[in-house]
């Protein structure tokens, strides 16, 4: 009540002096008001909503061997990837040896020889809780009569995937070695394969 | 005669004030408009080329879908995935700001990015270089005004599996990141 009272006193004092105060009040509103507000900096909001869903999923890589270069362990082409070459270069049963040092050669009984180069298999999970998966093989078309081809001396399949090992361990080398078996009745040709390996989640 | 010529100037000069009263009335009138121009900006997300088609494209509510995403799989259209460790994989789309200004002097404008929650586990949210968490973090500070700025939204994903760190599996999940602009 106090403070009104001085307000009336005021406004119904005003004279010629108190409008011109008003006055110079107002545009000095006025002029800083633009000034003010350029001031002040302008701002937007915006919202991005992200949705997706996660799937467990495991890989499987061929490396080199660690023991690459030495008798039995040929390098890969295109290592680190799951799609990789093996050259076992040129060999022949008179002669009991293969074009590459690489490559491991010998002979099983009397009338077969054997070529073999080992390579490593890695299968890595993510956001999975399979404990350990299960590797297989297949070959993509029927050897040639007397030509068998088998990893780990177990004999593959171009009919479906045949097992190799029921529980491996996720994320740590696996050693596998290929290996081809010719009989010396064969007759001299390109012995070409792919072989698909598949990793299962236990 | 002289009657008859007085009469006829009498009614010539009534004819002629008579059709002075025929010209047509004007009035004019004037309107006092107002406009008060107020500065303003806002902002806008718009697909890019490369990344995700956005729901709400052209708008400040817009959504990303990344469809299911994996260390190894398949990915959608417009999702890449930069790395993969042992530990984590990451996921990208590409989006792009415009902000749009009016009345504003300003030469550029800082944007700002938070997440409207923490994330769910396993997951780190980045946009460009910089990690989101639920403070304001700086994304740019000198956006262009009134073009498309191509920013990377990258999703790294805990390869843990569910429960022991890492992200629930097969189920969708949705993060909402709010951006500020504002102008410098």
Redesign the interface.
């Known amino acids: 009540m106090q403070v009104g009272k001085k307000v009336l006193i005021v406004m119904v004092g005003s004279s010629n002096f108190v409008a011109h105060a008003w006055k110079a009040l107002l545009l000095a509103c006025c002029l800083v008001y633009p000034i003010v507000?350029?001031g002040q900096?302008?701002?937007?909001?915006?919202?991005?909503?992200?949705?997706?869903?996660?799937?467990?999923?495991?890989?499987l890589i061929f490396q080199n061997n660690p023991a690459v270069g030495t008798t039995g362990f040929c390098p890969l082409t295109n290592p680190g990837t799951n799609n990789v070459g093996l050259d076992l270069g040129t060999a022949a049963f008179p002669s009991g040896s293969d074009s590459f040092p690489c490559v491991a050669y010998a002979h099983i009984g009397s009338a077969t020889y054997q070529v073999s180069s080992g390579f490593d298999v890695m299968v890595?999970?993510?956001?999975?809780?399979s404990p350990n998966y299960r590797l297989a093989a297949e070959i993509s078309v029927a050897p040639p009569a007397n030509v068998v081809w088998l990893v780990n001396n177990v004999t593959l399949s171009n009919t479906g995937f045949t097992q190799l090992d029921a529980s491996d361990a996720y994320?740590t080398r696996v050693t596998k070695t290929l290996q081809v078996q010719v009989k010396n009745t064969v007759p001299a040709q390109l012995l070409q394969e792919t072989i698909t390996f598949l990793a299962t989640a236990n | 005669m002289k009657e008859y010529s007085q009469i006829r100037k009498i009614a010539m000069i009534a004819l002629l004030l008579a059709s002075a009263s025929l010209v047509a009335q004007t009035a004019t009138g004037t309107i006092n408009a107002t406009l008060v121009n107020k500065?303003?900006?806002?902002?806008?997300?718009d697909s890019d080329p490369g990344g995700v088609t956005l729901g709400g494209n052209g708008s400040?509510?817009?959504?990303?879908?990344?469809?299911?995403?994996?260390?190894?799989?398949p990915l959608a259209p417009g999702v890449t995935r930069p790395s993969?460790t042992?530990s984590n994989?990451t996921?990208r789309t590409l989006?792009d700001v415009q902000?749009i200004?009016g009345g504003?002097?300003?030469p550029n404008y800082t944007l700002s990015a938070q997440l409207?929650a923490v994330a769910p586990t396993?997951f780190t949210?980045a946009v460009d270089a910089v990690t989101l968490t639920t403070a304001v973090q700086t994304i740019q500070a000198n956006g262009a005004y009134n073009t498309d700025v191509r920013h990377a939204?990258n999703?790294t994903?805990?390869?843990?599996?569910?429960?022991?760190g890492?992200?629930?599996?097969?189920?969708?999940?949705?993060?909402?990141?709010?951006?500020?602009?504002?102008?410098?």
Request: proline share 3%; no cysteine; charged share 0%.
């Open positions: 507000g350029q900096a302008a701002s937007a909001t915006a919202q991005l909503t992200i949705t997706m869903s996660v799937q467990s999923s495991i890989s890595t999970k993510a956001n999975s809780s994320g | 500065s303003a900006i806002s902002l806008i997300f400040s509510t817009a959504s990303v879908n990344l469809g299911t995403i994996s260390a190894f799989g993969v042992a994989y996921v989006f902000v200004q504003v002097a300003s409207a396993g949210y939204l999703l994903v805990s390869t843990a599996a569910p429960g022991a890492g992200p629930a599996v097969g189920t969708p999940l949705t993060t909402t990141i709010n951006f500020t602009a504002t102008s410098n």
